[in-house]
T-cell receptor, first 117, second 113 residues
Framework: SAVISQKPSRDICQRGTSLTIQCQVD?????MFWYRQQPGQSLTLIATANQGSEATYESGFVIDKFPISRPNLTFSTLTVSNMSPEDSSIYLC??????????????FGPGTRLTVL | AQSVTQLDSHVSVSEGTPVLLRCNYS??????LFWYVQHPNKGLQLLLK??????LVKGINGFEAEFKKSETSFHLTKPSAHMSDAAEYFC???????????FGAGTTVTVRA
């Protein structure tokens, strides 16, 4: 199966700054997603990264705060903008090889552990 | 809308004894169900999934889960725990026509020597 990687693996940032997280899959995939895992919590879907068009955001997440790019079928970025300590979380990307229907397995990257001071 | 409830936030077992992680789901339609594991400082790894085929699903590392529609449950079991099973486990549900995953709160498994 395809291999997925994320950069950076972790970072410590100052409040008010922005961080861009990269997600790379070693083969073309249909769908890519971004999740947030707050400390001690489960995963929450931020958005679906659509190739060639604007990302689809979930309730509670907005493009100005979490701009997402997906320039091709193997790569996506998530930017966490104007960070505050509340943004300290693990950010994970995932992909699916299917057409986006239920039952498609999502494969997850190793995550980016972000700490905002 | 679909959701899952993991009935135990923490499970502690002795090495070599059985592991049972309980998950109940709520779904209006035929669900697809998954179990993922997250080891410390690692990403999520798929253990197994159910998608309306056999109700007893076998996964990796000796884990299996049984889909029981009458009980709306999808409990994860392993006959004999190993130290390497210490991790966070997530039960996940999605609808047959939807890619969005709904995660349970997670169950932390510790294994005593």
């Amino acid at each position: 199966s395809a291999v997925i990687s994320q950069k950076p693996s972790r970072d410590i940032c100052q409040r008010g700054t922005s961080l861009t997280i990269q997600c790379q899959v070693d083969s073309q995939v249909t769908m890519m997603f971004w999740y947030r895992q707050q400390p001690g919590q489960s995963l929450t879907l931020i958005a679906t990264a659509n190739q060639g068009s604007e990302a689809t955001y979930e309730s509670g997440f907005v493009i100005d705060k979490f701009p997402i790019s997906r320039p091709n079928l193997t790569f996506s970025t998530l930017t966490v903008s104007n960070m505050s300590p509340e943004d300290s979380s693990i950010y994970l990307c995932s992909f699916s090889l299917g057409s986006g229907t239920g039952g498609d397995t999502q494969y997850f990257g190793p995550g980016t552990r972000l700490t905002v001071l | 809308a679909q959701s899952v409830t993991q009935l135990d936030s923490h499970v502690s077992v002795s090495e070599g004894t059985p592991v049972l992680l309980r998950c109940n789901y709520s779904s209006s339609y035929s669900p697809s169900l998954f179990w993922y594991v997250q080891h410390p400082n690692k990403g999520l790894q798929l253990l197994l999934k159910y998608t309306s085929a056999a109700t007893l699903v076998k996964g990796i590392n000796g884990f299996e889960a049984e889909f029981k529609k009458s009980e709306t449950s999808f409990h994860l079991t392993k006959p004999s725990a190993h130290m390497s099973d210490a991790a966070e486990y997530f039960c996940v549900v999605t609808l047959f026509n939807d890619y969005k995953l709904s995660f349970g709160a997670g169950t932390t498994v510790t294994v005593r020597a």
